[in-house]
């Protein structure tokens, strides 16, 4: 059973564009949603991380945007550049387990 | 400030071949200590993770195993090589400890190629 739905699996965007990408779990008792960058290559990346006693948080140009009732999470990367161009992951974590990762988009922008 | 280093970088092997990574951190006592292993473009696969030395918990069965013999350095081992095991193996740490989820840091990564 999947635990941790993440879509699209890939995503084109233009330079300036706002890439969403979004995640999906099934376990009220996960706590920590983080999101991960990896480029082609390097190990990932922490890139931000939201708890769910808040809807929005933003570092830089990126937001994560929580909805606990949905059970869903989403990154926005504001004013896209395509230096953005790597492979994300968003994954769910809880006091009892190891982190659970999604499988990945793949994010190009364009210039 | 915390640093982690896997090695190899690449590595080349035979089916049938014995393997060794290893992984070492820096800056940090009694971390959380993984091993990830990524296919040519899938997701994040938990292979092992260790709470401390000698501690090791198996998330996959294979014919991989993995040691802890010290703190801060966690190894990845296979008497013999299958050609399925080629992929990209990460290793992980997370500060012990930390309720509600931990923030898991990766090294660089090691490439291997099992011909």
């Known amino acids: 059973q999947q635990q941790v739905k993440q879509s699209p699996q890939s995503l084109i965007v233009q330079k300036g564009g706002i890439p969403i990408i979004n995640c999906a779990y099934e376990n009220t008792a996960f706590d920590y949603f983080p999101w991960y960058q990896q480029f082609p290559g390097k190990g990932p990346a922490l890139l931000i991380a939201i708890r769910p006693d808040v809807s929005e948080k933003k570092e830089g140009r990126f937001t994560i945007s929580f909805n606990k009732s949905a059970k869903q999470f989403s990154l926005h990367i504001m004013d896209s550049q395509p230096g953005d161009s790597a492979t994300y992951f968003c994954a769910v974590g809880g006091s009892q387990g190891n982190l659970i990762f999604g499988k990945g988009t793949k994010l190009s922008v364009k210039p | 400030s915390q640093t982690i280093h896997q090695w190899p970088a690449t590595l080349v092997q035979p089916v049938g071949s014995p393997l060794s990574l290893e992984c070492t951190v820096e800056?940090?006592?009694?971390?959380?200590l993984y091993w990830y292993r990524q296919a040519a473009g899938r997701g994040l696969q938990l292979l092992f993770y260790?709470?401390?030395?000698?501690?090791i918990s198996s998330e996959v069965p294979q014919n991989l195993s993995a040691s802890r013999p010290q703190d801060r350095q966690f190894i990845l081992s296979s008497k013999k090589l299958l050609l399925s095991d080629s992929g990209f193996y990460l290793c992980?740490?997370?500060?012990?400890?930390?309720?509600?989820?931990?923030?898991?840091?990766f090294g660089p990564g090691t490439r291997l190629t099992v011909t």
């Open positions: 992980a740490w997370a500060p012990l400890g930390l309720a509600g989820g931990h923030k898991v840091y």
């Open positions: 800056g940090t006592s009694n971390p959380n």
């Open positions: 260790s709470v401390g030395i000698g501690q």
